[in-house]
C-alpha cells in the first residue's frame, strides 16, 4: 500500500493549513486506500493532489478520467441551478417591485425634506458668501502687497 507523508506535502508545495489538517488527521504519514481518499474527499483538495503528487503520466489519466466526472457533475449542477433560478425569480421580482414602491416613496419625500433645507440654507448661504468675499479679496490683496514689498526690497 502506498504511502504520503508530511515530507512529500511540503516537497510539493503544500500550503501550511492542508499539512496541518494532514497531521492532525494522520500524523506524519498515512497509508492511501480509496475509502480512506472518498472518507476525506472535503477536507483535501484531491485535484491539486493528483497534480502535485502523481507523476506527468498518471497525472493525464487523471485528467481524462476527471474530465467526464466533471462533465456529469457540471450537467446536474446546472439542473439545479435552473431550478433554483426559476422558484427564486418571482420572488426577487415581487421583492424588487415592493423595494421600488419603497424607494420612490423616500425619494420623494426626501425631495421635500432637501428642498425645504436649501429654502432655509440658501439666504444663510448668501449672506456667508457676501461677508466672506471682502474679507478674502483684502487677504489676497495684503498678501500680493507684502510679496511685492519684500521682492522689491529684497531683490
Known sequence: MKT??????????????AIEKFMG???????VSEELAEKHALDFD???AAEHLLS???WDAYWAQHK???DAYR???KLLDDAYEAQIKPMWDAYQ????????AYQAQRKLLDD????QHKPLDDAYKAQHKPLWDAYKAQMARLFARLYIERT
Open 4 to 17: 504520503i507523508t508530511v515530507k512529500q506535502l511540503k516537497a510539493a508545495g503544500a500550503c501550511r493549513p
Open 25 to 31: 488527521l494522520f500524523g506524519s504519514s498515512v497509508k
Open 46 to 48: 484531491f485535484l491539486w
Open 56 to 58: 506527468s503520466t498518471l
Open 68 to 70: 467526464p466526472l466533471d
Open 75 to 77: 450537467a446536474q449542477r
Open 97 to 104: 417591485a415592493q423595494r421600488k414602491l419603497l424607494d420612490d
Open 116 to 119: 425645504a433645507y436649501q429654502a
